[in-house]
């Protein structure tokens, strides 16, 4: 709640988490956007960034994420990808919420083009060596 008042005064969404790893509250965030001008700058973002700063690893596993409203879906994405354990929220987004995104993906596909096909191969072989190499 500290940190979600906090964002309200700075005129930010009021959203606050919290990292905990061990039972100790390892990394904090609030929503930043409006004040950075920053797409990325939500509450859960800049705690899993402190979290895996303080941990020396972008893996969270060992963590969990106490949030006060559920998360977006780019912070879905981002808490997945850090492999938190747990995240529990207060409050559930709003169903009703407005959709101001418009953007669309579309696939590169011109396979008549020769020099799609070569970049096209090239990085699938790029990609394809690099995971081979790790694992």
């Given amino acids: 709640m500290k940190l979600s008042k906090i964002a309200v005064k700075k ?34 973002i800049i705690a899993i960034t402190k ?11 060992e963590c969990d994420l106490y949030v006060s409203l559920e998360p977006c879906e780019m912070c879905k994405s981002i808490i997945k990808e850090a492999r938190l354990k747990n995240v529990y929220y207060l409050v559930s ?16 596909d011109n396979k008549k083009s020769n020099i799609y096909n070569k970049i096209y191969s090239e990085y699938k072989k790029q990609l394809s060596d690099f995971f081979l190499d790790k694992r």
């Avoid at 009021?14 to 061990?22: E, K, L, R, T, W």
């Avoid at 700063?53 to 596993?61: A, G």
């Fill in 93 to 108: 987004q709003n169903s009703d919420k407005v959709q101001h995104n418009k953007t669309e993906f579309i696939k590169l």
């Fill in 11 to 44: 005129d930010e969404v009021p959203v606050g988490a919290v990292i905990v790893f061990n039972n100790k509250i390892i990394a904090k965030g609030y929503n930043k956007r409006n004040k950075s001008n920053l797409t990325i700058d939500h509450a859960e």
């Fill in 51 to 61: 979290a895996s700063k303080k941990l020396k690893d972008w893996r969270l596993s």
